[in-house]
């Protein structure tokens, strides 16, 4: 076995023994924090003789370590019960609101990347010149903005300039494919500003950083173009430093869109889970937790991996 | 080398300098105090010329303005530069820019860094022909193929495909001499192109050059302060401080009969001669029990790719003792496992073999003192650090007394120890990583090459407070080196490291004057041809 595979192999194990983790800190919390599902669907007037048998069927008699096994084994299984609140089942809940949640991530980083890459690129060419000292202002003002704020701002000004645009209008992605990627752009730029601001920053030092490297002054010595080096060296190299950046930047455009999406007035995965929180409903909200983190996780992992092939010094040495 | 060779012979300028003046002005437009102040020489087509002179006196932003490749603060203020008769300074950037490399080639100093690490050297060699427009795929490989085998890849082919990591420094610099030779250039630029090389390779790189030079009509513009080197390779020297020609005439004249003092000053500081030091090493009992002893010692860099199973086997059994006091030289050319050796003896890297020490206490100094200490801390912090481990068995006057002693011992004044290692010269910050090894009393210190990144009188300080040291505590050293001069002058006994292994190993005087092993031989004859 091989040094490359042996580090994939650690890293997944890595990856199993966090998630095993998460899932028994999750497990964990919803068990002490006050609250209870059988209360929570039978509602207050409920006879304790209801509630015992309620309970009973839930399995919520059973002892800790029963309800923690058979609850981790839903989790792979895709069976997480039914949820307190909605009275259906917890995974038909989240599968039903993924899709604006994972649009609204692809096409924020999609934005996260059109925009930074190109304005870090620009003020990297001369640094500290006027041009630079712009972006970098304007980055601070993004990243200072907190996103629900900016939120806010956005609806305002698309609804001065649009006059077709509607806050919190919402298709369907089985109704209309495109109104409802149209829908979500507005939001998807919300949440995609204070992530342009932070990876312009940093694709903007990477750059410099390259720029001034012996084999871009030998490639200059060499008589390539200034583009030439930038795409075919200086890019590159910056690129794989920045995988670690982005993966950290997508998870916090997942967390980011929990927050935006109730702005807007979205049916995602944030709106689910403020409900979930309001109605304590535990079955939906520790099944949300594990998988929000799973995601995270697996984000990391991906990086890692992706990282390892992309640089021939970790690769073959 | 009185003369140039016959077949040189070619006595039209190629390159002719004049009146040239270079400034670095201040962001608000003051004007500064120029870098090259009228300067005028010319370049004659086929000779090979050496550009000599202390660090800022205005080499390489010669060699830069020649080439167009000054930095975007510099500025021109007055002056012509004509490449075969053509002015370059009224060029476009975009003319200039087709010429680098199609009539002006560049090498530089850093062969470790100068290739795009996520780039096969072959890829990088072809991103040069495509920017200077041929389009061909194959002719773009054969045109690679033969600049290759012409640097002397046996197995161009295999090259091709390597990553410049896969590489050793020489293999490097190859590679870098034929991007700059791809288009065939009429004049190439060599800045420094030899001074992170170790002897052997050094004359190898050199006689390669010097063999381009006749058989691709090649002439050299040679940036060095490496005077042996100069003096084997050029025709003829200009010498500059200031910016300014102090004077220039043939190699020999410049180096034999220097008329000037600056020349005369340049010349014996570039050279660091330990035969004038007079060392004095500690005498060393060598029936004593050894501070250190390596048996069968191996050690390898592994790799694998999906289950391609590449394995490179860098320490191939080797056998070293180091005793009491003793000073030891290490010796052997770069890729020879010298630093894998120090990385395992330093518990850095995982070995088979045993090595025993004496007591667990082993310092170490490194080549590059810049990168060795924190820039944000300051000296005293160090110091306390290199003591963290016996922190606790120490009191607080303890402590102050073992920081006042080891600065003393390596010369420098208390009031250093409020500085941070950004105030302090080379030689100075090599002598804060002595202290902070003398400071844990240690019974062997390990020193990989020192010396190397320090100019001649430093290193010359550094070697002198080496051997007090040695002298005063009773440690021994094992010294790293590529320089014989110093293992002949400071050292008892030396070891010959060839392919993983101590191919030699007995007294100086052994080892250095009647040598057995082929690559003892091969060093010395190296270290002849350049210092002779």
Known sequence: MGRQAGFIISKILELLATLFLVSLLTFVAFSVIPGDTAQVILGPDASQAQLDALRSELGLDRPMIVQYLSWLGGLFTFNLGKSAAFGTPVAGLIAERLPVTIGMSIIALIFVIVISYPLAILSARRPGKTLDQIFSVMG?????????????????????????????????????????????????????????????????????????????????????????????????????????????????????????????????????????????????????VFYIAFITVLLYFAADILGSIADPRIRLK | MENIPEERIRHIHLVKVHDLTLSFPSAKGE?????LDKLSFGIRDGEILGLIGNSGSGKSMTAYSIAGLLP??????????????KDLLSMKPAERRKMLGSDIGMIFQEPASALDPLMKVGKSLEEILISHGIKD??????????????????????????????????????????????????????????????????????DLLRKLCIDMKITILFISHDISAVKNFCDRVIVMKDG??????????????????????????ARLDPRKLELTPAECDRTAEPVLSCKDVSAAYTASLWGRWDENRVLNGVDLDIYPAEIKGLIGSSGCGKTTLVKTLLGLMKSEGTINRKSDNTGAVFQDPVSCLNPSHTIMWHLKEALRPYKRQMSKEDIQVAIDNAIETVGLDRGYLNRRPGELSGGQRQRVAIAMCVITRPKLIIADEPFSSLDASSAAEILKLLAKINREHQVAILMITHNIHIVRAVCSTVAVMDAGKIAEDGTCDKVLNSPESDATKKLLEAENTLHS
Not at chain 1, 159 to 175: E, M, N
Not at chain 2, 247 to 269: C, F, G, Q, V, W
């Open chain 2, 244 to 269: 300014k020609i102090v004077e220039s005439d043939t190699t020999e004249d410049i180096l034999m009969r220097p008329k000037n003092p600056y020349t005369a000053e340049l010349l014996t500081n």
């Open chain 2, 72 to 85: 975007a603060n510099a500025k021109i203020e007055e002056g012509a530069i004509k490449f075969r008769g």
């Open chain 2, 31 to 35: 004007p500064a105090k120029p870098v």
């Open chain 2, 137 to 206: 795929k194959a002719e773009r490989y054969n045109r690679i193929s033969d600049i290759l085998s012409t640097v002397g890849f046996a197995t161009p082919e295999k090259i091709y495909e390597r990553y410049p990591h896969q590489l050793s420094g020489g293999q490097r610099q190859r590679i870098l001499i034929a991007g700059a030779l791809l288009l065939s250039p009429k004049l190439l630029i060599c800045d420094e192109p030899t001074s992170s090389l170790d002897s052997v390779t050094t004359v190898a790189i050199l």
């Open chain 1, 140 to 288: 601070h003002i993004l990243f200072a903005i907190p996103p629900f704020a900016l939120s806010l701002i956005i609806i305002t000004i698309a609804s001065a300039l649009f006059s077709g645009f509607r806050a919190g209008q919402y298709f369907a992605p089985s109704d209309n494919f495109g109104g409802f990627v149209g829908c979500l752009i507005l939001p998807s730029f919300c949440i995609a500003l204070p992530k342009i601001a932070m990876t312009f920053k940093y694709m903007r030092s990477s750059i410099i950083e390259q720029n001034s490297s012996e084999y871009v002054k030998n490639a200059k010595g060499h008589g390539l173009s200034d583009l030439r080096i930038l795409v075919k060296h200086v890019l590159p190299n910056s690129n794989v430093s920045s995988i670690t950046v982005i993966s950290i930047v997508l998870s916090d455009i997942l967390a980011g869109s929990l927050i935006v999406e109730q702005v807007f007035n979205l049916p995602g995965l944030g709106r689910l889970l403020l409900a979930g929180i309001a109605r304590r409903d535990f079955p939906l909200l520790s099944g949300m």
